[in-house]
């Protein structure tokens, strides 16, 4: 049996791989303490979009600055999505510029979707002819069939593989779940067998030991489980389960000093481990990272959450998509309907647009004694209102899984709600049909923004978006936006709002834009004190 260790790799997703040589150092030792035999140290990757850290790439220069102790055999993982559809041996002689028996590495996992499994096997012979252990990690198992688990074990077969593991990405297995795929995999794979399981359900430590009743003898996992989302298989738990059966010494106490000194902090920062949200993405195969995402994202609310998980349910949420999220792109491709010409309501008036940030809260009464004393129109977004709202004009939205989840708040308020009602699905539309509607279409378009009588063309489902074209459509004399603070500079939202604002500012209508709060996008600034 052997027990491969992942935190660094698996938990350098919340970090960018971003850990100390230090806290290395410490987290090695407590490995060899523990008498694990792999510790996967990080990736290796040719990619190298923004900043990340040093087990991002994991190369031999690097490692030999490590105090590795002598017990431990240390692994990288590569990404098969970097060797699909490309030129094997070119990738890989990148990769590996070494031979193994001239590198601190000696495993090599391969991460890989059932669609590419077949083309990058070769890999596995190109890996051990210089020297390497090999291994494939089959993602995403839990939906699999008898039929495939058989093929894929046959192909495997052919090459010259050390161990074959299947991941329970979705963390939706369950113990007879896991008998089961190994009875399949076995029909066709005579070799060594790994899991890597996921703590969606709280069941990756008892998913782990069972499938070591079954023959499975290579075994992952993290401390705390730190891991994507849910988490993975907690070391500290399974060491304790099996260590009477493992030969050698087992000192935990560093493990626990670690723990207690870097890996609690660091999992209240980042807040992996499950939770009811991640329970149900088990339980209906939805992919984790949703979740993560938006418990990440102020923007959405516990509400929120449910109702994103309600409809995935029925939509489909295996495979993990920015688009079915954020930009919902597809929704909105087809032809673009609506009734309404913003020009009717907002004609030759400045209109402030509110966002959520804490900044139009912290100035909320400044904000407030601006629209008495000069009555612009005033634009909120979604059911956020930062200020009273009565102040407030219209209420827009447009993304369609937000607006499910918003659906039955719309009747709080009575300020009309502009949305392209006409375009939504039969569900959102019965749910607001009791609500006072502006039906304005939208067409989603990358980089374009173009403003219709009935519809508008923006280059994403964001709401700004469909406020800013509101208000250039309408004739506004000037925009003013308040409470967008703006993001981290590496969060994708702060990338993707910044390109929004240029595509905009290009745009052949574009109005002045003004923000009267503080904010890190490239707009200009005024004081609302001042106004």
Known sequence: ????????????YYNNWNFSNELIDKYLLAMSEIDIDIVEIGMRTLNNDGFKGATAFTKDDYLETLNIPSNLTIGVMINASELYKSNI???????????ANKSKVSLVRVACHFHEFIYVLPAAKWLKDRGYQVGFNIMQASDRTEEEFELLGKEANKWPLDVLYFADSMGSLVPENIEEIISWIRKGWNGNIGIHAHDNMHKAVQNTLTAT????????ATITGMGRGPGNTQIEYLITELYEQREGSCNIVPLMELIEETFLPMQQKYGWGTNVYYYLTGKHGIHPTFIQNMLNDTRYSSEDIFAVINQLKVEGGKKFSFDLLNNARDFYKHKAIGKWDPKEFIDNREVLILGAGPQAHDHAK?????????????IGLNTKSPIDPKHIDLRVASHPIRLLADCSHYSDFSQPLVLPLS?????????????????YGINIQVNTFKFHENYCVIPSPLVIAYALAIATRGGATNILLAGFDGYGADDPRTIEMEHLIETYVAS?????????????YNIPTKSIYAM
């Open 89 to 99: 041996d070119e990738v890989l002689k990148k990769l590996f510029p070494r031979n």
């Open 508 to 520: 052949d209508e574009v109005i002045p834009l003004v923000s009267v709060t503080q904010t890190t």
């Open 1 to 12: 049996m052997k027990i491969l260790d992942c935190t660094l790799r698996d938990g350098g």
């Open 366 to 378: 400044a904000i407030e004694r601006y629209i008495q004393k000069n009555n612009p129109l005033v």
């Open 213 to 220: 009743q079954y023959g499975v003898n290579w075994l992952d």
């Open 423 to 439: 375009m939504l699905p039969g569900d959102i539309m019965n749910k607001l049909k009791d609500n006072y509607i502006f039906d």
